[in-house]
């Protein structure tokens, strides 16, 4: 079974300041990870992918995320927040080698970032 | 150019009704899926097709019924509509490798359905 927890349901942050966004997952087998994101009225984008290759993953709009196996983390930062970046952001979670996932996403709780002025 | 696209994006109906919902994605992947968001913003997949086969079908209520053309085209049909169903249909797509898990999938737009 596979599942992921958001630590965090919102997070709270100043233009220009750090941005993290925590994420716990479980797996049997090695997992794929993403970071999606989805702006109000919106579909979802996706900002990064880990699938086994380096663990300091970069992506779009300057996010990267580390995933670490020891804490079964994969953590999502940004060094300076951007007005743009306000949205909510998903963790997720799918089987790799070995599994029988047949490509299904499993979804986090959503966390809301909002970046005041 | 669109990759996955929707359609309606707005659908508004009475209890009851029978509704579909179509999805198309233009990038050639094989494999098609439907995602149900509801008022939380909780993501939860319903249906996944690989070239035609349905290979995902979570606990889903039998009204709901996805059918697939062609690779390209993943529709879903809800029968007897309620007030619960009520929420934002999400249609992805991706390719999808045997044994792997799958690739990063491309979400469409959504399609925000109302049950009054």
């Known amino acids: 079974a596979q599942s992921v927890t958001q630590l965090d349901s919102h997070v709270s942050v100043s233009e220009g300041t750090p941005v993290l966004l925590r994420c716990n997952y479980s797996s049997s087998y090695s997992p794929s990870l993403f970071w999606y994101v989805q702006h109000p009225n919106k579909g979802l984008q996706l900002l990064l992918k880990y699938t086994s290759a380096a663990t300091l993953v970069k992506g779009i709009n300057g996010f990267e995320a580390e995933f670490k196996k020891s804490e079964t983390s994969f953590h999502l930062t940004k060094p300076s927040a951007h007005m743009s970046d306000a949205a909510e952001y998903f963790c997720?979670?799918?089987?790799?080698?070995?599994?029988?996932?047949?490509?299904?996403?499993?979804f986090g709780q959503g966390t809301i970032l909002t970046v005041h002025p | 150019d669109t990759a996955v696209s929707q359609t309606p994006k707005y659908l508004v109906t009475q209890m009851g009704n029978d509704k579909s919902i179509k999805c198309e994605q233009n990038l050639g992947h094989d494999t098609m899926y439907w995602y149900k968001q509801d008022s939380k913003k909780f993501l939860k997949i319903m249906f996944s097709?690989?070239?035609?086969?349905?290979?995902i079908n979570e606990t889903v209520p039998n009204r709901f019924s996805p059918k697939s053309p062609d690779k390209a085209h993943l529709n879903l049909h809800i029968n007897s509509l309620e007030l619960g169903d009520s929420a934002v249909y999400f249609c992805?797509?991706?390719?999808?490798?045997?044994?792997?898990?799958?690739?990063?999938?491309?979400f469409g737009p959504g399609t925000r359905l109302t049950v009054l």
């Open positions: 997720v979670v799918t089987l790799d080698a070995g599994g029988t996932s047949y490509g299904k996403l499993t």
């Open positions: 992805a797509s991706s390719y999808y490798r045997s044994g792997r898990g799958g690739d990063e999938q491309f």
């Open positions: 097709y690989n070239n035609k086969e349905l290979i």
